[in-house]
C-alpha cells in the first residue's frame, strides 16, 4: 500500500453548484477553485488520481440528444462526452494554478472503462440520480410523458434515475497506476467510468447505465494500492440522524463501527450511502484509511482533524 498515494472523488457540486444553469464559465469558476484545494494536497507531498461525478454534465449531454437533426447516442457515450468534457476543465484549471505556484506537474485525462456484471439487479432497479433538479409538478409530467423515472433525490428535488451496478474492475488500471507512479496527476474514471460488459469471449461492449462514482473510485484506489480513499462532498463530515434535531456529527470512527451505522440504515440511498459503502469497501478490503469531508476541510482531514475517517 503506498501511503502517499490518495484517490479523491470530486463531487459534483465542485463542478457545478445546484442553481446554476450549468453554463461552461461556471463550470470552469468551480473547477478553478477546485484545484487550488488540489493543489494545495500536491504540495503537502501527496501523489494524486482525481475522479469526478458526471451527473450533471451527463443529463445535460443526455438532453441534448433530443435534438432532431443529430443522431442521438447511448448513455454510456453520453459518460465518455462527460469524461472528455470534465477532463478538459481540470486539466486546464490544474495546469493554470500549478504555473502560478511555479510547480511542474503534468496533469493526465484517461477515458476510463469500467467492467460491470450484465445480470447485476442494478440493471432493473435504477437508483443513480443525474441531470438537473426539477420540480415535483415537472417530474410527474416527465414520468407521464414516458420520459422517466423521475425521482425524489434526497429531499433536494427530482432527477432522472438510471441503472447503476457495481463496479467490478478498472479496465485501465495499469496505466493509471504506472501514471500515477511516475509523479503525473491523473483524472481517470469520470463519472463512475464508462460502464461496459465483458462477454464470454474476452471482448468488451458498452452497458446503459451509470456506475456511482464513489464506488468506482474505492474500487480503483483498491486496484492500484492506494493508502488513502477521499471523498469531496459538500457537507464537512457525515453525519447520524442528518438534518433532524439530534443530528450527530462522525469523526474518527472504526470500520465496525462504519459497517454497525450503514446496516442500521443511517445513511441515505444515492447520497452519503454510497460513500459510507465507499469508505467501508476500501478500508475493509485494503485496511488503509477513508476520509469523507467537504474541499474546505481536505487538509485538516488528512491530519487527522477535521472530516469523517474510516479507519481499519
Known amino acids: 500500500m503506498k501511503e502517499d498515494l490518495i484517490v479523491i472523488a470530486l463531487g459534483g457540486n465542485m463542478i457545478l453548484q445546484r442553481g446554476q444553469k450549468g453554463t461552461f464559465e461556471e463550470q470552469m469558476e468551480n473547477t478553478q477553485k477546485a484545484s487550488m484545494v488540489i493543489a494545495d494536497l500536491v504540495e503537502q507531498g501527496y501523489k494524486l488520481v482525481l475522479t469526478s461525478g458526471n451527473g ?12 432532431e437533426d443529430a443522431p442521438s447516442m447511448p448513455l454510456y457515450v453520453c459518460g465518455a462526452m462527460s469524461q472528455g468534457q470534465i477532463g478538459y476543465m481540470i486539466s486546464m484549471t490544474l495546469q493554470n494554478e500549478f504555473k502560478k505556484r511555479n510547480k511542474d506537474v503534468d496533469v493526465v485525462t484517461l477515458s476510463t472503462r469500467v467492467i460491470v456484471d450484465k445480470n447485476d439487479p442494478g440493471f432493473s432497479n435504477p437508483t443513480k440520480p443525474i441531470g438537473r433538479f ?27 434515475f438510471v441503472a447503476s451496478p457495481q463496479p467490478l474492475e478498472i479496465v485501465e488500471k495499469k496505466a493509471i497506476q504506472t501514471l500515477a507512479d511516475s509523479g503525473m496527476l491523473v483524472y481517470c474514471v469520470g463519472g463512475g ?6 462477454n464470454e469471449d474476452g471482448t468488451l461492449e458498452g452497458a446503459m447505465a451509470v456506475i456511482d462514482k464513489d464506488r468506482a473510485s474505492a474500487v480503483l484506489a483498491e486496484q492500484i494500492d492506494a493508502g488513502i480513499l477521499m471523498i469531496l462532498t459538500d457537507v464537512p463530515h457525515a453525519c447520524l440522524n442528518y438534518k433532524k434535531e439530534n443530528e450527530k456529527p462522525l469523526g474518527e470512527i472504526s470500520l465496525a463501527l462504519a459497517m454497525q451505522y450503514y446496516e442500521e440504515g443511517h445513511f441515505i440511498k444515492g447520497s452519503m450511502g454510497p460513500k459510507i459503502e465507499a469508505a467501508i469497501r476500501f478500508v475493509k478490503n485494503t485496511q488503509g484509511k477513508a476520509i469523507i469531508t467537504n474541499p474546505e476541510n481536505a487538509i485538516n482531514a488528512i491530519k487527522g482533524e477535521a472530516g469523517t475517517i474510516v479507519v481499519p
Not at 449531454?61 to 433530443?66: C, G, M, V
Not at 426539477?134 to 422517466?148: C, I, V
Open 134 to 160: 426539477y420540480t415535483k409538478e415537472q417530474a410527474d409530467k416527465f414520468n407521464e410523458e414516458g420520459k422517466g423515472p423521475y425521482m425524489d433525490d434526497a429531499g433536494r428535488g427530482y432527477r432522472l
Open 193 to 198: 467510468g464508462i460502464p461496459v460488459i465483458k
Open 56 to 67: 450533471p454534465q451527463v443529463g445535460n449531454i443526455l438532453a441534448q440528444q433530443n435534438y
